[in-house]
């Protein structure tokens, strides 16, 4: 029952806004603006900006503060037999009231002051299975900590068992894996310190990336049981508003360079020049912030209106890339569908890396 009262909850807020809908699950925020209650305005959370920095671990915790944020993980993995199979898993928190941090309502009291969802997926062999969970906020059955770090929604969770060792298991009906993800280096910070602006008039969100994750353990796609390994890239953002008007949704990619050096690059898509932005993360050296002086995104192919084919380049580092989309279809068709898969990457350098294309279709 309170699954449905979450879902009829969502479908409402979200139905106040058609940009809302075309942008995604982070389109929410910008429609809990109009929501019920003098407790659900704007100016009651908290915005992030240039100055706000980052802590860890909390910043792996909760921010109830703010309106929404995300846990988000991709992984370019291979069976025993060198086939590729992508994966992802993603967990959302949309704050209905603000909170401080720490207090928590008695759950006899059935509070709704958060809407979770969780997303989780596998690619393989040109198929793609999509599993979707919702749940509402403090009753126990979804949340998140930061000591321990740990992400959870019914028995799909990500936990750490070690200070760099996480463990994710998920299992949904046509597929499941339990993964252990190793983390190897520090977080990178995108933007400034962190703060990574979405438009020019300055609304932006907290964004950090872990990007060299070494993953093993199995997947179980169907019927079949498959060994992998693989890397992973893991994103942890949070904001209290996200879009602009007139923003209809993202190109997102995170990309593994065979250089050992990674891109991360999106675009917003408004009327006039989308918004650009990215961070170009060499092997060694310093973190460079890439604005649209800098990174170039360009569709090259698409079809029935998505597109699958993307040049992007970063001059200054000579970097032309190719960017191509496995056949098959990777639309994620859950309450928000977007595209999810896997990449190829040629040009200047090879790698893999994952796309994540929303407002199509």
Not at 100 to 121: D, F, N, Q, R, V
Not at 184 to 195: C, E, L, W
Not at 198 to 205: E, H, P, R, W
Not at 281 to 303: N, T
Request: charged share 20%; hydrophobic share 40%.
């Amino acid at each position: 029952m309170r699954r449905t009262v979450l879902v009829l909850l969502i479908m409402a807020l979200v139905g106040c806004s058609e940009e809302a809908e075309q942008a995604g699950f982070a389109g929410l925020a910008e429609s809990v603006a109009e929501g019920v209650g003098e407790n659900r305005s704007l100016s009651s959370y908290l915005q992030p900006g240039p100055d706000t920095g980052l802590a860890f671990p909390d910043d792996l915790g909760p921010h109830p503060r703010h309106r929404i944020e995300w846990w988000y993980l991709t992984a370019n993995l291979r069976t025993e037999s060198g086939e590729p199979l992508g994966l992802q898993w993603t967990q959302f928190r949309q704050a209905l009231v603000p909170r401080e941090p720490g207090s928590k309502p008695a759950p006899e009291t059935w509070p709704l002051e958060a809407a979770w969802m969780a997303h989780a997926a596998v690619s393989w062999q040109g198929k793609h299975v999509f599993a979707e969970r919702l749940a509402r906020g403090d009753v126990g059955t979804a949340g998140a900590e930061a000591r321990p770090f740990a992400v959870w929604l019914d028995h799909w969770q990500l936990k750490a068992v070690e200070d760099d060792r996480w463990r994710l298991e998920v299992q949904a009906e046509h597929f499941g894996y339990d993964l252990t993800l190793t983390i190897n280096d520090q977080p990178v910070a995108h933007g400034i310190k962190g703060f990574s602006a979405k438009s020019d008039s300055g609304q932006g969100s907290m964004y950090f990336s872990y990007v060299d994750i070494a993953i093993s353990g199995t997947v179980r796609f169907q019927d079949q049981s498959l060994e992998v390994e693989g890397r992973g890239w893991f994103d942890r953002e949070w904001s209290s508003q996200f879009l602009k008007t007139g923003q209809q949704g993202w190109d997102w990619f995170a990309l593994h360079l065979d250089s050992g050096d990674k891109l991360m690059a999106f675009r917003l898509r408004e009327d006039g020049n989308p918004f650009v932005s990215g961070s170009w993360i060499p092997a060694s050296g310093q973190v460079q912030p890439l604005d649209s002086r800098q990174l170039a995104l360009s569709v090259l192919d698409q079809r029935d209106g998505v597109p699958l084919r993307w040049q992007i380049e970063v001059p200054e580092q000579d970097v032309n890339l190719e960017l191509s989309a496995p056949p098959g279809d990777y639309m994620n068709q859950g309450l928000y569908p977007y595209w999810e898969s896997p990449v190829d990457v040629s040009g200047s350098h090879t790698g893999e890396g994952y796309m994540e294309l929303t407002g199509y279709r």
